[in-house]
């Protein structure tokens, strides 16, 4: 559930797949903003997740996080729209084109990331 309650997936399986409630209503932040997205100025709808549509590893995800500047992490879209080869998934849209802030911003996103836990 996200920072409001409201369940975003029953398990990790519905998490990553099409009956999940991900939406930029609903992928809010850890104080219960809503994020930006596309068509908002700033575009934040970018996230870092560095993981393919099942959610497993894609690529290196910027060495693991530790790399700002070159490189790359897929980014998915928390809005469901956008561009890429994914538009509408939130954890596998497209890369960034890069790891550092400014890169990410230029993409379409602010280095945000969600976190998730299972009980």
């Not at 490189?71 to 084109?97: C, F, K, Q």
């Amino acid at each position: 559930m996200n920072a409001a309650g409201v369940i975003v997936a029953q398990s990790v399986h519905d998490l990553h797949s099409d009956s999940n409630n991900l939406t930029k209503e609903t992928a809010i932040s850890e104080t219960g903003a809503v994020i930006s997205g596309r068509g908002d100025t700033p575009n934040r709808h970018d996230i870092l997740t560095g993981s393919d549509l099942d959610g497993n590893l894609v690529g290196d995800a910027c060495e693991g996080w530790t790399k700002s500047g070159g490189g790359s992490a897929m980014v998915g879209h928390h809005d469901r729209t956008g561009g890429g080869d994914h538009p509408t998934a939130w954890n596998s849209a497209h890369p960034s084109r890069g790891c550092g802030m400014e890169a990410l911003q230029a993409t379409g996103g602010d280095g945000l990331f969600y976190c998730f836990a299972t009980n």
